[in-house]
Nanobody, 123 residues
Framework: QVQLVESGGGLVQAGGSLRLSCAASGRTFGIYVMGWFRQAPGKERDFVAAITWRLGSTDYADSVKGRFTISRDNAKNTVYLQMNSLKPEDTAVYYC????????????????WGQGTQVTVSS
């Protein structure tokens, strides 16, 4: 089993920044990719960014390219999402996910999820 624990969400003004963290524990050896997803009220859960553990390959949703950066610290089993130039439309619950090789590069079928953390951007 894999456990994911998120932190870093909160309230920020438009144009500001937040950094989300996701710490993985348990049987993490076989995890191939870690990703961030978000879900706004009444909307589906959307892909935001992903990174592979071995080589650090990254992918981003068009809506966040140039503003968000995903990274990982393999020694700490932790992934981060640096969010800059935040907009009100970024407001959502953000979820950390972990997947095996089948989850890359299509970002489907993630097997493990964090509890979600609220990000609210005020105008």
């Amino acid at each position: 089993q894999v456990q994911l624990v998120e932190s870093g969400g909160g309230l920020v003004q438009a144009g500001g920044s937040l950094r989300l963290s996701c710490a993985a524990s348990g049987r993490t050896f076989g995890i191939y990719v870690m990703g961030w997803f978000r879900q706004a009220p009444g909307k589906e859960r959307d892909f935001v960014a992903a990174i592979t553990w071995r080589l650090g390959s990254t992918d981003y949703a068009d809506s966040v390219k140039g503003r968000f950066t995903i990274s990982r610290d393999n020694a700490k089993n932790t992934v981060y999402l640096q969010m800059n130039s935040l907009k009100p439309e970024d407001t959502a619950v953000y979820y950390c996910g972990g997947g095996y090789a089948n989850s890359w590069p299509k970002h489907q079928g993630y097997d493990y999820w964090g509890q979600g953390t609220q990000v609210t951007v005020s105008s």
